[in-house]
């Protein structure tokens, strides 16, 4: 990293004011959105500084002037200081501004492909979000949801926790299933209004594709939502239920239950580290649970550590061969 405590940096700050027609940063600016305007002002600013110790903001650099050694500065100053979104962000708005001042003739190709030639950022691990539902805790749910003498409402609820644990899905593709996309005699259900539009196929096992079989014959052949809001008294209101219902009803029946907290999300995590777990493919559970790519799908295994230490437990170490 170059000593940015002397200075050179003068060499990098503009001399005489230029229009800002002219100008990499105001150019890039003027570009964007009012919204984004002030937060990338201040990402530029906040760059200039470095670069000049505090002299100048960004509108007083000769962005054209930048070579690898400063934006290499930059991008290890910025990771000192700033979040991985941050970082990103900042360097974004760098390598945009570098793009300006190529474009209007400031900056050679030469040195503008070498000042943005910076190596990626690499995202600090996390701990995964969410977590995985056990059998106990499902049965639980199930049980809250099915009491003896059973309203409208807890066939209804029956019938969420039942496709959400048995389909995968996400609570905004329940809600807005309808009567035709159930198709009983095969479990099927198709799934129209996916993540980006896509459109797929899921399959119910028999025991939810008999809980929803339950529900129907409450709900009646109307078309429709298959989900519907139930009002006092039991009677079934043939409109789409929200996403905010959803999460609504799992944390009541949850408290009902004694189940730790959890989130409609966490269904999903739960049905593809299951089917992991009982030896499927992690490409056709990613075909189930409509995810784009399998590295997706396995951010969602949370079958925990001693399913890594079976793991190893199949491997053979040969034994070593003994010398009469």
Not at 7 to 18: D, F, G, H, W
Not at 82 to 99: E, G, H, I, P
Not at 178 to 186: E, I, N, P, Y
Not at 263 to 290: E, M, N, W, Y
Request: glycine share 6%; charged share 25%; with cysteine.
């Amino acid at each position: 990293m170059p000593d940015l405590d002397q200075k050179p940096y003068s060499a990098i700050v503009l001399r005489t004011p230029v229009p800002l027609t002219c100008h990499p940063a105001a150019v890039y600016l003027a570009g964007l959105s009012e919204g984004s305007i002030p937060t990338m002002r201040l990402a530029l600013d906040a760059i200039a500084r470095i670069l000049t110790n505090g002299e100048v903001d960004a509108l007083g650099l000769d962005w054209s002037k930048l070579r690898y050694q400063h934006t290499a500065a930059v991008r290890a100053a910025l990771i000192q200081k700033y979040a991985f979104s941050t970082v990103c962000k900042m360097l974004c708005a760098l390598r945009r501004v570098l793009q300006e001042a190529k474009r209007l003739g400031l900056m050679g190709m030469e040195d503008y492909a070498s000042a943005i030639d910076l190596p990626r950022v690499d995202r600090p691990q996390q701990k995964l979000r969410g977590r995985s539902l056990s059998e106990s805790e499902l049965a639980a749910l199930m049980d809250v949801c099915q009491p003896a003498d059973s309203r409208p409402i807890d066939v209804r609820d029956t019938a969420l926790v039942a496709i959400l644990r048995g389909g995968g899905l996400r609570r905004t593709e329940v809600v807005k299933l309808q009567l035709k996309d159930f198709h009983a005699s095969t479990g099927a259900m198709d799934i129209h209004y996916s993540k980006r539009g896509a459109y797929r196929t899921v399959y119910l096992p028999d025991g939810a594709v008999a809980l929803v079989e339950e529900w129907l014959l409450v709900r009646g052949d109307a078309p429709g939502p298959l989900l519907c809001p139930v009002r006092k008294g039991g009677r079934i209101d043939l409109r789409q239920m929200t996403s905010d219902a959803v999460l609504k009803i799992l944390r009541r029946r949850s408290k009902e239950a004694g189940v730790e907290k959890f989130s409609p999300h966490d269904f999903r995590r739960t049905f593809c580290s299951d089917l992991l777990d009982a030896g499927i493919d992690i490409v056709t559970v990613q075909k189930l649970a409509g995810h784009a790519s399998p590295v997706t799908t396995g951010k969602y295994d949370r079958r925990g550590e001693e399913v890594k230490r079976l793991a190893v437990q199949r491997l053979s170490i040969p034994a070593k061969k003994r010398t009469k």
